[in-house]
Antibody, heavy 122, light 111 residues
Framework: EVQLLQSGGGLVQPGGSLRLSCAASGFRFTNYAMAWVRQAPGKGLEWVSSISGSGTSTYYADSVKGRFTVSRDNSNNTLLLLMSSLRAEDTAIYYC???????????????WGQGTPVTVSS | QSVLTQPPSVSGAPGQRVTVSCTGTISNIGAGYGVHWYQQLPGTAPRLLIYDNDNRPSGVPDRFSGSKSGTSASLAITGLQADDEADYYCQSFDSRVRGPVFGGGTKLTVL
């Protein structure tokens, strides 16, 4: 059974940093790209970042480029998102998602984590 | 402002058929990239309903179907049920964004 278990998140001051984790199980982790998708309160889904199965290719939305870093630890089947220089507009629930197709690029999310809230406020 | 355009809301009575539209451009849907649909119940993570335009993952009822034509796509739900009430999102890939793009979401109300 595929499972994505998220941890991290919480309350952080503007300008601060936070790290999110997503522990994967039930599939061959290295075979699939992964993504982070966020949802601000009362708003729709927004892609944040993607990473290839090997971890060598990473992609970011313009809104987070230069501030967020996605990585993966394939030996421990874990996806990570390091968020720095956080702003109020980064407040959202953050989801990790597994690509439904093999390949370098994230295609669609066939499995999603439970979500973790991030609040940026003083 | 979302890259893909969806109506904010649709509604229908139990047993009826409803459709949700998703309009893109030549850099996403019109470029031939697949369209995917998600259902999100309040307070839960999105659930994949349709992938690659018209494919249903196992466990998704055949009341849900997808189609694509040109720069647009549609999700159809037949035999509407009360527990279909949720937000629905379309998603594709955009060559200018170089990543996935979503529609703004459509709230389905079952009357």
């Amino acid at each position: 059974e595929v499972q994505l278990l998220q941890s991290g998140g919480g309350l952080v001051q503007p300008g601060g940093s936070l790290r999110l984790s997503c522990a994967a199980s039930g599939f061959r982790f290295t075979n699939y790209a992964m993504a982070w998708v966020r949802q601000a309160p009362g708003k729709g889904l927004e892609w944040v970042s993607s990473i290839s199965g090997s971890g060598t290719s990473t992609y970011y939305a313009d809104s987070v480029k230069g501030r967020f870093t996605v990585s993966r630890d394939n030996s421990n089947n874990t996806l990570l998102l390091l968020m720095s220089s956080l702003r109020a507009e980064d407040t959202a629930i953050y989801y990790c998602a597994k690509s439904g197709a093999s390949g370098t690029l994230f295609s669609h999310g066939d499995y999603w984590g439970q979500g973790t809230p991030v609040t940026v406020s003083s | 402002q979302s890259v893909l355009t969806q109506p904010p809301s649709v509604s229908g009575a139990p047993g009826q058929r409803v459709t949700v539209s998703c309009t893109g451009t030549i850099s996403n849907i019109g470029a031939g990239y697949g369209v995917h649909w998600y259902q999100q119940l309040p307070g839960t993570a999105p659930r994949l309903l349709i992938y690659d335009n018209d494919n249903r993952p196992s466990g998704v009822p055949d009341r849900f179907s997808g189609s694509k034509s040109g720069t647009s796509a549609s999700l159809a739900i037949t035999g509407l049920q009360a527990d279909d009430e949720a937000d629905y999102y379309c998603q594709s890939f955009d060559s200018r964004v170089r990543g996935p793009v979503f529609g703004g979401g459509t709230k389905l109300t079952v009357l």
